[in-house]
T-cell receptor, first 115, second 113 residues
Framework: DQQVKQNSPSLSVQEGRISILNCDYT??????FLWYKKYPAEGPTFLIS?????DKNEDGRFTVFLNKSAKHLSLHIVPSQPGDSAVYFC??????????????FGKGTHLIIQP | DAGITQSPRHKVTETGTPVTLRCHQT?????MYWYRQDPGHGLRLIHY???????DKGEVSDGYSVSRSKTEDFLLTLESATSSQTSVYFC????????????FGEGSWLTVV
């Protein structure tokens, strides 16, 4: 069973508009969430994160929102730029759980920014 | 960029042959991971290490073994490669046990024919 779900395999957005990528999780032990960005033929790179004690974290054009009651988080990119075209992975961890097995990832959403 | 080097970056091998992928880090991070990325599956954890000689299985460990004899090196071995192990393999490192934040290497493309 998938603990982190990204239900949209792809998303197409016009340049300059807002991109919203969604992620749902099922494990209530998760208390830290991250977004990674991946270009073809490169490794994933860390983008932004949020702790479960917050409901919003902002870094420039990127904002992550967390709704714990719904077990849902979203990544907003405003305004979208051509360089944002990439695969975005949602990831989660249980920091208080004591395990050393790192992050659980979703399947990814391929964001395509149209000119 | 995190100091992570994966080798080889690309390899084609035949079914049934052994293959070893190497991950080398210069960050002195305690935790190291091997993930594989496949279409429709995202990133799945194969094995991880929480110290020298300390390793454990991840979600998709069957057919893989690992070793960590030094802090900086984490080896992934396919004892007898199969076509289902054709994938992109990513090594990752982290300073803390919950994986916050994991840094990835550039990837190793493995094709088993």
């Amino acid at each position: 069973d998938q603990q982190v779900k990204q239900n949209s395999p792809s998303l197409s957005v016009q340049e300059g508009r807002i991109s919203i990528l969604n992620c749902d999780y099922t494990n209530s032990m998760f208390d830290y969430f991250l977004w990674y960005k991946k270009y073809p033929a490169e490794g994933p790179t860390f983008l932004i994160s949020i702790s479960s004690i917050k409901d919003k974290n902002e870094d420039g054009r990127f904002t992550v929102f967390l709704n714990k009651s719904a077990k849902h988080l979203s990544l907003h990119i405003v305004p979208s730029q051509p360089g944002d075209s990439a695969v975005y992975f949602c990831a989660a961890s249980a920091r208080s759980g004591g395990g050393a097995d790192g992050l659980t990832f979703g399947k990814g959403t391929h964001l395509i920014i149209q000119p | 960029d995190a100091g992570i080097t994966q080798s080889p970056r690309h390899k084609v091998t035949e079914t049934g042959t052994p293959v070893t992928l190497r991950c080398h880090q210069t960050e002195n991070h305690r935790y190291m991971y091997w993930y594989r990325q496949d279409p429709g599956h995202g990133l799945r954890l194969i094995h991880y290490s929480y110290g020298v000689k300390d390793t454990d299985k991840g979600e998709v460990s069957d057919g893989y073994s690992v070793s960590r004899s030094k802090t900086e090196d984490f080896l992934l071995t396919l004892e007898s490669a199969t076509s289902s192990q054709t994938s992109v393999y990513f090594c990752a490192i982290s300073a803390d046990k919950s994986g916050n934040t994991i840094y990835f290497g550039e990837g190793s493309w493995l094709t088993v024919v």
